[in-house]
């Protein structure tokens, strides 16, 4: 394992390249940075990240849960109010709305926690700490 | 295991360890299944009725008490009674609030040496009583107003016991009209009025649909000829703006004190009328000539409108015409009567539409010289004890001070009432009154015609019925034997004349019939001389005083529910008040809430001020319960002046008058039914036929059984708040008091708006109720579903589920829903025994509205699935239609087409309340045929 | 793990010099709070126990009746203050979130106190719709739970509306803002010690920024930028429609939503501007907070401004033309009546106020930004006092009419909330970094 310290973003970019370019697996480099460089992900080849099909599932729910279950409990016990449809789809819309909202929302954050594996219970005991330094690690067999 | 099962083995389990816990030798009780009612007849959930009379005001209407529990709840007129006809006014429907009243006295009570009322026994009150009557002097009793047996008994009392009784105390004696009646007609009494039978009305100065006579029956008979057909036409005269007046198709604005000019000038008109009796001819021929000129400059009338009487009275086939109250309580006042009754004479009103052969009987009643001479007796020290029996001379009469400090030169007085009026508090023994609820006794509202009085239910306090304290104190006195009842004098008194057998059935129907008096004919009895041309009328700014619908002559201003419901002209509730004007408000820069100073001799009185669209410039209006100045009394007609010169002074101060309505103007919008004005936006082909489907996406809703609605004829309703005061006490709806007021939080369900036309020239008074949308408004804005609809159009509350959001109120285009803003549900003994079983008590935080009386329905619906069929017209109706005198309101199953309520709403003057809002309302308005008559009044 | 270090640049480099001192100038505002400090928070929560809770709990034990309501005008200052709240809660996330999407710099100035303003407002909102519910007790049959007869809630009810709409704000909101916060918990953590370090190291999730964790750090916050948008319309409109769904005449018109939103957008510029323009003074923000981005919101409430002032007369001018004596009795009403000077205040807050921040010095001077931002305040709690009570008081029956007052408990509440606010604000402008650290040093090039 290697470890590369920068502090330009230039310069750890410039770093990121040369490895790539000699042949280092992408899978075999893994950097640390203050904040996101959205240059070092292109260079790494990095795949979109599956937080988003949380919270497109999390939306997807949501929508039907708003729907649903308005239209199913108003069916249930059926109340007239203001001789008003029982499934009335343009008031049960902003609950789906913000029930997409909520549940995407809130899966979407579940999908942060899965993907990065957080809490990282070893980070948090350690003393590894979040740096002001761009850091590159290589793993070299 | 279900939910059930799990339940039953918890019982079973916990059951079985609390028995094994328990001696079962100890404290077991025999338990009685229900399988055979009680004696005392108390089924829980079942009302009985018991039928009595109404005892509030002179007039004794028939009244039933429905009993819950053992306890009255409601009371109604009584079903087919021969004078109000199952109808009842607010002071009526009031009544059982004075029953449950917190400020009854309890107990009998004595002076101390202190000159402390503290309460004492009945034994002690009654020796001290009798050992004052047994003193020496001559001993003065002085009531109020008693028929039937009670003044028999009275009669009795006085004889056996020498005791002199003192002619009446009434404040409306009547005294000017009898006199009249009795020079006229040979007869001194009050007539009973016919509108049914008449095509032209004319009434001078008397509210006759608010105290003057009978003023329920005459509200019964005149819905007769209002609404869809055969309509009379009504003109009313009066100097001030009465409730009455507002009703009337005319109501002509005479200058105070010329009512006389004007009878005087009709009459003359009839002078060439063929036919006339002998004396009456001659009589007419003694009344001072009153040209036109003369009419027009005295009464301030104009040409037209006088033309107008003069005509109406003289093609009239069968004209009533009576004059009374304002405008005949005061110096002019005899004339004015006498020239009434000699225009009644003239054209035979006797016999049709006035009624001497069923009148009321005020012969027993004394005039204010009565009065003068007992106070002046009372004053040389001439009286030994002096029995004030259920009267309140002190706070009504207009030198009710002076009449106080004469009590007080009595070697002693014995106060019997129910209260501790400030008579009352002048005396040296005090003997409570049992309720008319719970006393035995009759009551002729009108010659012929005896109601029974019943005990609804045991004395709540240590009191007795009004004849029991006149046969206690003869008991006591040796004057009768002991042990005699008032139940047993009236049962006999029954036998003897109506006869054998009659009690059972008097008890039963509530009311008997009896011999009529003598109808008395045309007399023509000495010469009158007319003095009202010599008289001055009060000039300048004048003060009247008027009768109020709600307090009477001032005597039901204690109860607190006359209190709550507002006064039908001003919407006011808990204060005083004198009625001012427009033009003299502009005039005087005054203004809503700014209190004015009254004075006239020798008093002054503040008062605030709530401005009066309709009343003339310079006159000021105070009722009878709000101020009681020291005017003094007509000598020649012998009632206490109404009518009087003062002088008014702003003062700069302002004080809120404690009044519910929002605006006394409709200001453009079209909520009065049938007065849209032209330019107003909005539906208003004032039709029943709904168009709704032609506005909305929805269709109407199917209602599978009934749709409950109602209908209100606006030509038949006279504003009197019947219905407001029914529905209070039906509903158990909170009596929030003055504060609450300030702050408008009235609890009301339902209320009557009143709306005026700018220039005053005309009164519009609508009740309004939820008004049970088919498309309400309200509901789908609750978020608990607190309120929904249910399949038979009710807009139904659910209280419990109720969170207190208040966006259903917000959201009420009628604002007819009410908030419980803080805890009223409790009341103070005994005021919680007048809590119906059948309407559950509103918590804090809930909201509340009409139910129409969902109650009711339920009871019908239980005894129509017991009948196996389902409920048909009749089997019910609200509290507010039930009381209505004016059988204005109908309520019904609009389904059924049959239904009274179907052929209301069906009626071309159907209209709805803010229809185009498109919330299909379920109650009905029919238009008032009189504002139709003269087009579209938008103010 | 054992490192090999391969190879170090000098960390004395220019640009880890200017991460350090954004890094530093953060943290330092952070230091240890002064008796100030503590004597003020402590004021605060003095002020929240006294007039919120206590007079919360009085008008709980008394009746709703306490406060000014009355059978017209049923909704009084709670509900004016939970719009107002709502409202200044919006811009927070718009200032955050809309700023995001349009990847615009000076966010990064404001985006976390205006994000923490959002919270903290949401809170305040929140508890209005409680404190003004007749029988609190009972506020949780407003959430759809299976209760023993199964009887649910009225999904198409306004109000239940609101219950999702509201929750689901404070949800996303606090979610949003801690998101965001995460990355800095982990610089906190360097520079405490003791408990507090456990504390935010616990809070950063064992945040190393590692290539992973910003991948899904970045797709998750620009997921909830793009939800936090359009929720923050919908919120605003959903509050709007608990007046524009009532048949209340100046309630019931269509452009109410937009109209509310920008009002939002409106006060809530103008509540960042009253609590960065102190913060920046006192906690000596200077640098990461340039004037710059002052003048920039200053346009956007001037810009805001108009489209509210647009809707002030536009909505006469329907009510006019509409010839509906309802309608337009009420707006007579508003001009004329018993609240006239709510409303002349309302106009003179909101359109006349704001106007001389054309003027380019204007929007650069911070005291002018204050104070115009000061009145904003004032006139947007009266423009939805306004609103919501004067269409209430003089609705269709004239009978029914009445006029409406707060009582001394609904004032008291009131302060109540104002003492939460600048509580909790003074607890995290101590605790928590105030402004964005990793944002700022992504600008450092």
């Given at each position: 394992m290697e470890r590369h310290v920068y502090a330009s973003e230039h310069d750890f970019v410039h770093k990121l390249e040369e490895l790539v370019k000699s042949?280092?697996?992408?899978?075999?480099i893994e950097t640390r940075t203050p904040h996101p460089v959205h240059h070092a992900e292109e260079i790494l080849r990095m795949k979109p990240s599956n937080v988003r099909l949380f919270a497109l599932v999390g939306g997807i729910t949501g929508v039907a849960t708003g729907y649903l279950f308005p239209s199913l409990t108003a069916l249930d016990w059926t109340l007239f109010v203001g001789n008003k449809p029982l499934v009335g789809i343009p008031p049960y819309t902003v609950i789906a709305f913000e029930l997409m909202v909520l549940f995407g929302g809130l899966s979407g954050f579940l999908g942060l926690l899965v993907t990065s594996r957080m809490p990282g219970i070893r980070t948090i005991i350690s003393n590894d700490e979040f740096g002001d330094m761009f850091e590159i690690y290589v793993k070299r067999d | 295991m279900d939910r059930r099962e799990f339940l039953g083995l918890l019982g079973l389990a916990s059951g079985a360890s609390l028995l094994a816990g328990c001696d079962l030798t100890r404290k077991t009780e025999k338990l009685i299944p229900y399988l055979v009612p009680p004696e005392d007849g108390v089924l829980p959930g079942e009302a009985t009725f018991v039928a009595t009379s109404c005892t509030e005001c002179p007039a004794q209407c028939g009244m039933t008490a429905r009993i819950r529990d053992g306890r009255p709840v409601k009371v109604d007129g009584l079903p087919k009674h021969p004078i109000n006809d199952g109808a009842l006014c607010v002071r009526g429907q009031s009544s059982l609030s004075r029953l449950y009243s917190v400020d009854r006295i309890r107990q009998p009570m004595v002076k101390d040496a202190g000159g402390n009322l503290v309460p004492a026994t009945w034994a002690d009150a009654l020796k001290r009583s009798a050992d004052a009557l047994r003193a020496g002097r001559e001993n003065v009793l002085l009531s109020g107003r008693t028929t039937g047996s009670l003044s028999a008994l009275m009669s009795d009392f006085a004889t056996r016991t020498g005791v002199r009784r003192e002619p009446e105390f009434e404040l409306f004696s009547y005294a000017a009209v009898r006199a009249a009646n009795r020079a006229i007609f040979g007869a001194d009494v009050v007539p009973l009025l016919h509108p049914d039978r008449a095509d032209v009305v004319i009434t001078v100065g008397a509210d006759v649909v608010e105290t003057f006579g009978n003023p329920v029956q005459f509200s019964t008979l005149l819905s007769k000829r209002r609404g869809s057909h055969g309509r009379n036409t009504w003109f009313h005269v009066e100097p001030h703006a009465s409730m009455t007046g507002f009703q009337a198709d005319h109501r002509f604005v005479v200058r105070p004190g010329s009512e006389a000019y004007l009878l005087a000038y009709l009459l003359q008109g009839l002078s060439g009328k063929v036919g006339l009796p002998g004396g009456v001819a001659a009589q007419i021929a003694s009344v001072p000539a009153v040209s036109a000129q003369q009419a027009e400059e005295k009464t301030g009338l104009t040409t037209s409108q006088i033309d107008e009487l003069r005509h109406a009275l003289l093609v009239a086939e069968s004209p009533l015409l009576v004059a009374g109250s304002v405008s005949t309580a005061q110096e002019s006042g005899l004339d004015t009567a006498r020239l009434a009754a000699l225009i009644q004479s003239a054209c035979g009103m006797h016999g049709k539409t006035l009624d001497f052969a069923q009148a009321q009987d005020y012969s027993r009643v004394g005039t204010m010289a009565d009065v003068e001479r007992l106070m002046g007796q009372l004053d040389a020290g001439t009286v030994g004890a002096l029995i004030l029996f259920d009267t309140d001379p002190v706070a009504q009469l207009p030198m009710g001070d002076k009449f106080g400090a004469s009590i007080d030169k009595a070697a002693f007085a014995i106060g019997v009432s129910d209260m501790l009026t400030p008579t009352m508090e002048r005396c040296d023994v005090v003997l409570p009154l049992s309720h008319t609820l719970e006393s035995w006794g009759d009551a002729e509202p009108a010659s012929g015609v005896v109601n029974a009085i019943q005990p609804a239910i045991a004395p709540l306090f240590d009191t007795r019925s009004n004849g029991d304290v006149l046969l206690s104190l003869m008991i006591e006195l040796g004057a009768a034997a002991a042990g005699t009842t008032y139940q047993q004098y009236v049962y006999d008194r029954w036998t003897r004349d109506l006869g054998a057998g009659a009690g059972a059935a008097m008890l039963k129907q509530g009311w008997g019939t009896g011999p009529a008096k003598a109808a008395g004919g045309s007399a023509g009895a000495a010469g009158h001389t007319f003095t009202f041309a010599q008289s001055t009328a009060p000039s300048g700014q004048v003060l009247v005083i008027a009768p109020s619908v709600r307090w009477y002559d001032g005597r039901s201003a204690v109860l607190p529910l006359l209190q709550e419901v507002p006064d039908p002209l001003s919407a006011v509730t808990w204060d005083s008040w004198v009625s001012v004007g427009m033009e003299t408000c502009k005039a005087m820069g005054i203004e809503e809430s700014s209190v004015v100073e009254l004075r006239g001799e020798g008093w002054s009185v503040p008062l605030t001020v709530r401005p009066q669209p309709g009343l003339a410039k310079d006159v000021f209006v105070v009722q009878r319960g709000a101020a009681n100045p020291a005017v003094g009394w007509a000598r020649s007609g012998g009632e206490a002046n109404a009518v009087v010169a003062i002088t008014a002074a702003a003062t700069g101060r302002k004080e809120r008058l404690s009044?519910?309505?929002?605006?006394?103007?409709?200001e453009g919008r079209g909520i009065v039914p049938g007065t849209h004005p032209e330019h107003f936006n909005g539906d208003h082909s004032g039709h029943g036929e709904p168009k709704h489907e032609e506005v909305s996406f929805y269709p109407l809703p199917k209602y599978p059984n009934y749709r409950w609605a109602m209908a209100v004829d606006l030509d038949k309703c006279i504003g009197c708040n019947a219905c407001v005061a029914a529905c209070y006490v039906e509903n158990n709806i909170p009596m929030v008091g003055r504060e609450q007021h300030l702050r408008g939080r009235e609890m009301a369900w339902i209320r009557l708006e009143q709306y005026y036309e700018k220039d005053g020239s005309a009164g519009h008074f609508v009740p309004t109720m939820c008004q049970h949308c088919d498309f309400a408004p309200c509901e789908p804005v609750c978020p608990v579903y607190a309120t929904y609809h249910n399949d038979e159009g009710l807009n139904a509350q659910v209280y419990n589920r109720c969170v207190g959001t208040r966006y259903c109120g917000n959201n009420c285009p009628y604002k007819q829903r009410r908030f419980n803003y803080f805890s009223y549900e409790h009341r103070p003994y005994p005021m919680n025994l007048m809590t119906n079983p059948d309407v559950s008590m509103r918590g804090k935080g809930m909201m509340e509205k009409c139910t129409m009386c969902v109650q009711r329905i339920r009871k019908a619906r239980d005894v129509a699935k017991d009948e196996k069929r389902t409920i048909r017209e009749g089997d019910l109706t609200t509290a507010c239609a039930q009381a209505c005198p004016g059988k204005a309101i109908v309520f019904g199953n609009l389904l059924d087409e049959n239904s009274e309520v179907h052929k209301w709403a069906h009626d071309s003057r159907s209209n709805r309340i803010l229809e185009e809002l498109g919330t299909s309302p379920g109650v009905y308005y029919l238009s008032d045929n009189h504002v139709k008559g003269n087009g579209s009044h938008g103010a | 793990m054992e490192h090999k270090a391969v190879a170090t640049s000098a960390a004395a480099h220019p640009a880890a010099m200017k991460r350090l001192a954004i890094e530093r100038e953060v943290i330092s505002a952070m230091q240890k709070p002064g008796l100030l400090y503590w004597a003020l928070v402590g004021l605060f929560a003095t002020g929240f126990a006294v007039f919120l809770l206590g007079a919360w709990g009085i008008q709980i034990a008394k009746g709703i009746g306490l406060g000014g309501q009355l059978n017209p005008v049923g909704w009084g200052i709670y509900i004016v203050n939970f719009v107002f709240w709502v409202g200044i809660a919006h811009s927070g996330t718009l200032i955050s979130a809309v700023l995001f999407l349009f990847r615009s710099k000076f966010r990064a100035s404001f985006n976390r106190a205006a994000e923490a303003m959002t919270v903290i407002a949401v809170m305040c909102a929140g508890m209005y719709p409680l404190i003004h519910?007749?029988?609190?007790?009972?506020?949780?049959?407003?959430?759809?739970y299976p209760n023993q007869r199964l009887l649910w809630t009225n999904f198409k009810s306004p109000l239940e509306w609101d219950v999702f709409a509201i929750s689901t704000y404070l949800t996303i909101s606090v979610v949003f803002f801690y998101v965001g916060l995460i990355p800095d918990f982990a610089i906190v953590k360097r520079y405490t010690r003791g408990v507090s370090r456990h504390i935010y190291s616990v809070l950063s999730l064992g945040w190393v920024g590692s290539k992973r964790q910003w991948r899904n750090y970045n797709m998750l916050y620009a997921l909830l930028a793009g939800l936090a948008t359009p929720l923050v319309l919908s919120v605003h409109s959903v509050v709007s429609w608990d007046f524009a769904m009532g048949i209340v005449p100046g309630w019931h018109t269509t452009i109410f939503a937009p109209y509310f939103v920008a009002g939002a957008i409106f006060s809530g510029c103008a509540m960042v501007l009253t609590l960065c323009i102190p913060m920046r003074k006192i906690q000596r923000l200077e640098n990461v907070m340039p004037i710059e981005h002052f003048e920039k919101l200053a346009k956007t409430m001037l810009f805001t401004s108009m489209i509210v002032g647009y809707a002030y007369t536009i909505e006469f001018l329907l009510a006019y033309y509409s010839g509906n004596v309802y309608e337009f009795g009420i707006f007579k009403d508003r001009a004329t009546g018993y609240y006239k000077f709510q409303y002349w205040g309302m106009v003179f807050c909101n359109m006349i106020v704001p106007l001389p921040l054309f003027i380019k010095k204007l929007r650069r001077n911070l005291k002018w930004l204050f104070v115009t931002s000061i009145f904003v305040n004032i006139g947007m709690w009266l423009e939805r006092f306004v609103i919501i009570i004067t269409s209430l008081a003089h609705e269709y029956v004239p009978y029914a009419w009445g006029t409406y007052q707060p009582r001394g408990v609904e004032i008291s509440i009131m302060i109540g909330t104002f003492c939460f606010f600048f509580m909790m604000f003074l607890l995290f402008a101590k605790f928590l970094p105030v402004v964005a650290i990793t944002e700022k040093k992504e600008e450092v090039q």
């Open positions: 042949g280092v697996k992408p899978e075999d | 009044e519910v309505s929002g605006s006394l103007y409709q | 519910l007749g029988r609190v007790w009972y506020a949780f049959w407003l959430f759809p």
